[in-house]
């Protein structure tokens, strides 16, 4: 069964440690498996399961650990509690101080290793091709205040006393804003006319509503009217015969009605009907792949074997070690979406669960959040997407959000994505067979022929569509086998929905920096469809921000 994986690309912003010498130098171009760890310049790196994985020996100039432009994506620092730390520098007398380092100078050719003062702080010039930024314009690279002075020097000693620096008082080291003038920045940002048909297809409803939801209800909400309209209850224990008890008609119209954008009603002229009959069928097309029966030699006929499974085969709610590999509180991942434990202390597993198979702490609890505006219901009682009626909610879930460079499901069905030039020089346009390059377009799409999974869908699309009266036009491309992957250049790929540090240049800001996030499509802790993420991005990478009322 496919996982839902919203997080394509993983930074990690997390403090430069000394190394235990226990563990392999780095070696450039060596392939580096998932969670490996190595040794470079006197500190501990471990490579990041995923993608992340073919960067870790990748060329050295880009993701050598700890010296590479762009290491964090692809390793973490690691031991971080037990690393022996180096050898002080002695001031002559037994103790340590860092009076002896000199002030750094905008100009100055610094070599690797040499180690300098500025505002108070300690920086080591790192080896290797950043070298000759170190001693670079300072407005990119001074230790500790140019925009991009990460990629030149690390911290030496963060609790270095502030003897060598001639930089100014650190008291008066703070940028300060307005929380006004903070939302103000973050409308400007998100005022795009694509954020803002995001935002509204990602709405919600208070789950005091949702829970008085029930099949015929005069109080039901408008769009979960018009499914009762199209499919009833007998029209549900129809088409799903042979599903789990778990997945109750009840079920169908509490998700329907805890997201407004879908099956709602179009004001613009496109037909609501119509839109919500093909995002059934496209939907419960997908459900049957996802966790139908496949028995060919049931009296039922494949198209109808839809839901059979509630969560994965092969766990259940006490199998430890499952799909928790981003639990670590050491990772972004980990502190963003703590992850629930067991009595014992062990994280709970976020295995395959729902119509969609909800999958790892970083789904469960953006999910949980869309939910119940926590993150911890869901990680702390993940069960809950197998057992209540967020098992068919989680599908919708996944619907309505897109994924940069993805769109969402319901955008590809109601019009609103719009393939652009690169889009279609990808063979990606409206139809059922971009929603499979949606869910699962790296095992079953692009291969040049349809393969099984794929032609599965299609056939239970047409059969849903068949029954829910919709003529799927002759034109429309229903499979994937010569579609391309979505890109940052495709129509989807410019809406960014996720904050990340801004290294920009702003001299009337102290430093020159730029105190400020920008938008990014890779995913990271900060959500742009989240009004107070912003301010929490800002302060996050820009920790001597104060926002004042």
């Known amino acids: 069964m496919q996982k839902i994986t919203l997080g394509l690309f993983f930074l990690f912003f997390l403090p430069y440690l000394w190394a235990t010498p226990t563990y392999p130098q780095y070696k450039t171009g060596t392939q580096y498996i998932g969670n490996e760890i190595v040794v470079n310049n006197g500190q501990t790196y471990q490579c990041t399961a995923g993608i992340t994985t073919d960067w870790c020996g990748s060329v050295a100039w880009a993701y050598a650990p700890g010296s590479g432009t762009a290491w964090k994506d692809a390793w973490t620092i690691y031991n971080t509690n037990n690393a022996p730390t180096a050898p002080d520098e002695t001031d002559g007398t037994g103790g340590t101080s860092n009076k002896t380092y000199p002030q750094y100078k905008a100009g100055t050719k610094y070599v690797e290793n040499e ?72 409308a400007l940002l998100t005022s795009s006319p694509q954020i803002k048909a995001t935002k509204d297809s990602i709405k919600t409803r208070n789950n005091l509503l949702v829970n008085n939801i029930s099949p015929g209800a005069a109080t039901n909400p408008e769009n979960v009217k018009r499914v009762e309209g199209i499919i009833s209850a007998d029209t549900w224990d129809y088409l799903f015969i042979r599903r789990t008890p778990e997945y109750t008609y009840r079920n169908l119209l509490q998700a329907t009605g805890k997201f407004p954008a879908f099956c709602a009603t179009y004001t613009d002229g496109r037909d609501s009907d119509s839109i919500c009959r093909k995002s059934l069928a496209t939907m419960f097309a997908h459900f049957t792949q996802e966790t139908g029966g496949h028995n060919r030699h049931d009296s039922v006929p494949e198209w109808r074997q839809g839901l059979v499974h509630v969560r994965e085969g092969g766990w259940t709610e006490s199998s430890r070690n499952g799909y928790n590999s981003q639990c670590d509180p050491l990772i972004w991942q980990g502190k963003t979406w703590p992850c629930g434990k067991f009595s014992d202390g062990e994280f709970k597993s976020y295995f395959g669960r729902g119509a969609k198979q909800l999958s790892y702490n970083y789904n469960y609890g953006p999910f949980s959040e869309a939910m119940f505006g926590t993150v911890r219901t869901l990680l702390d009682n993940p069960e809950q997407v197998a057992d209540t009626w967020l098992n068919l909610a989680s599908a919708v879930f996944f619907f309505v959000y897109p994924q940069p460079p993805k769109p969402s499901m319901l955008h590809v069905i109601d019009g609103t994505w719009v393939p652009n030039d690169k889009d279609i020089s990808n063979n990606l346009s409206n139809g059922f067979g971009v929603t499979t390059q949606i869910i699962n377009g790296g095992v079953e799409c692009g291969r040049g022929r349809e393969l099984a999974q794929s032609t599965n869908r299609i056939k239970y699309y047409k059969a849903f569509s068949n029954y829910l009266n919709i003529k799927v036009p002759q034109d429309e491309v229903l499979g994937c086998a010569n579609m391309e992957k979505f890109d940052n250049a495709g129509a989807a790929g410019v809406v960014n929905i996720y904050w990340d540090k801004n290294w920009s240049y702003d001299g009337a800001n102290l430093n020159g920096g730029s105190y400020a996030c920008k938008l990014v499509a890779y995913q990271t802790p900060y959500s742009a469809l989240k009004t107070d993420d912003y301010a929490k991005c800002v302060k996050n990478h820009f920790p001597d921000v104060v926002i004042t009322d």
């Not at 505002?119 to 991009?148: D, E, F």
């Not at 000693?157 to 502030?162: F, G, H, K, Q």
């Open 115 to 186: 180690i300098v003062v500025n505002n108070g702080k300690t920086y080591q010039c790192m080896p290797g091709i950043t070298v000759a930024w170190c001693g670079s314009v300072a407005w990119a690279y001074a230790p500790g205040s140019g925009t991009a002075w990460e990629n030149a020097w690390s911290i030496y000693d963060a609790n270095a006393p502030t003897g060598g620096s001639t930089g100014g008082s650190t008291n008066s080291n703070t940028q300060t804003f307005t929380a006004q003038q903070i939302s103000d920045k973050e």
